[in-house]
């Protein structure tokens, strides 16, 4: 029988793109395209979920890599920020410092200021200090202070001379000397003008033993009084000379303060901390009153460190922890690598004997907190491969505070110092990349996802292929021109590049939006055009660019492709065999796929056991490929066994497999040898099969068809070509066949053939050459047709098996 009627003419093989289209010389004569092209759903979506200022409405970004997914939400986030400028909008910007916590040095205080004025607050802060000293130190050091201070100290020394005077002058009248010893003053009895010696007194008499002692203990009470008075006077002294510091302290540092509290006086944050550096100023003027802190002479550190204490001029530093300063408008920051540190801010430390110290200064700001009042884009994997990102990224936005937290802490281990700072409340849209996969893991597994990613901006790997997008396609390719400064297209290769984007997505009828991959394309034709010193690319280095590329990573293909010319991998692409039909599989790589044909064989024979899966059985089939083979059990049972049982068991089994199987686009193939081995009709080997099937037997489409096809192409090429070989696909699939131009020009020579099939029977009859046979009102199918053989063939099989079992029953045991 003829089989051209399921033949595919080479016009229909591929799609070509016509230059004429394009009416220009070159691209330069095209506006370079800035947008987006064909991704109305996403772009909608993103500009929705920018122009929410309600809590939650943070986005994520869903598409395959290279489909510009960051790329568009800065363009949009650019275009959104020039619309709110143009409207008059101002955005209010915020710098934000740390300082010194007074009460709780392990607890630094945040606080905002308006744009630009932390840079000022940190350097009139750094002035001040030196200001102070300097002011201070010239206070304390003046004649003036000296005389006061002079005066103040010999008064109390003269009120403390004159005690002592007193309480002498009385002792020496009473009989007694006041002598001073080691361990104190000492009242000692007194005869002849001399100390009593001890065995003087030893040998006087009792009664005179007891009056020098009542006069003893009389005095010492009286020289105690005199003591409390002297110290009491000291005190007196000491306060006055307190006293008189604090008011020239106070005086002189009121002076310095003045200014600086009246320009801050509208940040309440700022006063509180300058009335705190106020006090404590005035609390430590013995600090102030003198030079540089002295350091120690070997470790190079001030003393007050090397004693365990914290600097004392520390209070004065204030860290700018986000300067936005130079920021024109809201900031838009990108995460590379989103790790706690990077995400949430660091608290660094230094090593000091043993041990590491951290302060407020040593707290640095991480994305998001450099984003607040901004954007901040993200990839969603990076973050939840990072440990801790993901939990503490909700808690930020739950809360609207970032914390600098230690990330020993977040896993469990101890840190070797206990700060916490102040939370920074933040207000920042959060933008994360991602792929739909993970999108919908998220949503089904984590329960506030939801809440607070409500917009989700889905990006179509695939556009429409129409003149419109066309047109688009080629200003893509003059921006990119410009961008990556190269030569531009003349129309041939912008078509070029055109069909090379609808192979892409093995779609005819689409484009791809894959624009990275696209703009690789450029880079590299741009290459092979130089080599030519050419004036434009054009589709000739267009094809040299796509070629080269496909032969850097094509090297496993050729190799697997030399093991079947060798006959190591044993295939046939001439002749008939009975159950044995040449399936088609395509291999993933990662950086290529390719297709390969499999040998596929089925054996049949009497029995009940049904369709066996040889794979299934070794466990090397994935659950689709299982669902695949019981289908064809499905279909046997509906077309042969209406009016008989099925009694028929069938091993199928994919020839020198040594890995796992796994997809339904073989499941037709499986069926074809299995009617060839029931019928024992052989079937040609000089075609190959894909597509998968229902249990009403119809085709289905599969995916990879141009791969498949082009990877039988290439044996039968190598093993060389009959003129009678091909491939049989679903015919659901001609939508997709953007074959290569050496496939269409072998199918267009008569070398090569391409078949399409929607039903088994289609299939059956350009296999064998033989009509299928449609079933007659009385059940029956025509005589000689394929169909007709199988259903003989199982009746026969189905009466020996009846005759074996009714054998067996009358067989005494």
Known sequence: ??????????????????????????????????????????????????????????????????????????????????????????????????????????????????????????????SLLNRVREELQRAFSSEEYKSQRQRIIERGQAEQQKSFEEISSQARREGFALQMTPVGPALVPVVDGRPMQENEYLALEEQQRKEIDAIQTRLRKVLQASFEKAEKTQRETLGKLENADNEIGEYTVSREFGTLVKDYSDCPGIARYLDDLKDYILD????????????????????SQVMGGRNPFLPFQVNVFVDNSEMKGPPVVIEGNPNFGNMFGKLERRFLFGGYL???T??????????????????????????????????????????????YEQFGLIAPQGMKPQPMP?????????????????????????????VKADLNFEIENNGETLHDYAAFISGCCEECETRHFDPTGVAKIAEYSARLVDDRERLSSRFALIKEWIEEAEYWANKENAKYISASHVQKAIEERLFRHNLIEERVRDMILRGSIMIDVAGAVAGQVNGLSVYALGDI??????????????????????????????????????????????????????SLSASICFEQSYEGVEGDSASSTELYAILS??????????????????????????????????????????KGFTGEQGVLIPRLNLRNLMLREEVVDAVRQGKFHIYAAGTIDEGIEILTGIAAGVRQPDGTYPEGTINYLVDKELREMASRLRVFYAEERREPR
């Not at 207000?427 to 984590?446: E, F, P, R, S």
């Not at 049949?604 to 083979?629: A, D, Q, Y």
């Open 677 to 718: 081995s029931i019928s024992g009709i052989p079937i040609k080997q000089g075609i190959a099969v894909t597509g998968s099937v229902n249990q009403r037997g119809e085709v289905q489409p599969i995916g990879g068809v141009n791969e498949k096809i082009e990877g039988f192409f290439k044996v039968c090429q190598v």
């Open 593 to 646: 796929a390719f297709g390969k044909p499999s040998r596929i064989t089925a054996r049949t024979f009497l029995g009940r056991g049904g369709v066996i899966n040889i794979e299934r059985e070794s466990e090397l089939s994935g659950p689709i490929h299982n669902k695949g083979v019981m289908i064809l059990s499905g279909y046997l049972g509906w077309k042969y066994a209406q009016d008989k049982p099925l």
């Open 426 to 454: 933040v207000k920042v849209k959060i933008i994360l990349t991602g792929d739909a996969m993970l999108y919908q893991m998220l949503a089904m597994y984590d329960e506030d996802f939801p809440e607070i990613f409500k």
């Open 358 to 360: 951290s302060d407020h």
């Open 1 to 126: 029988m003829s089989l051209e009627q399921y033949e595919i003419p080479a016009d229909k093989l591929r799609w070509e793109c016509d230059p004429r289209l394009f009416d220009f010389e070159c691209t330069k004569d095209l506006s370079p395209l800035r947008d987006f092209i064909g991704q109305e759903r996403a772009t909608r979506a993103v500009s929705f979920g920018l122009s929410m200022e309600n809590s939650g409405y943070n986005i994520y970004v869903a598409g395959l890599p290279g489909t510009g997914k960051t790329s568009m939400v800065k363009a949009y986030i650019n275009r959104l920020i020039k619309e709110q400028e143009a409207r008059g909008e101002v955005f209010k910007l915020e710098d934000w410092c740390y300082l010194y916590n007074f009460d709780e040095p392990d607890n630094p205080q945040i606080c905002s200021l308006p744009q630009g004025r932390g840079k000022a607050l940190r350097d009139a802060v750094a």
């Open 284 to 303: 430590n003027l013995e600090v102030f009153k003198g030079a540089e802190e002295p350091v120690h002479p070997l470790l190079g550190v001030p003393v």
């Open 362 to 407: 040593m707290l640095k700001p991480g994305a998001i907190s450099k984003a607040n009042g901004g954007y901040l884009l993200v990839n969603a994997t990076d973050v939840l491969m990072n440990p801790g990102v993901w939990p503490a990224l909700k808690r930020a936005i739950r809360n609207k505070e970032v914390r600098i937290e230690d990330p």
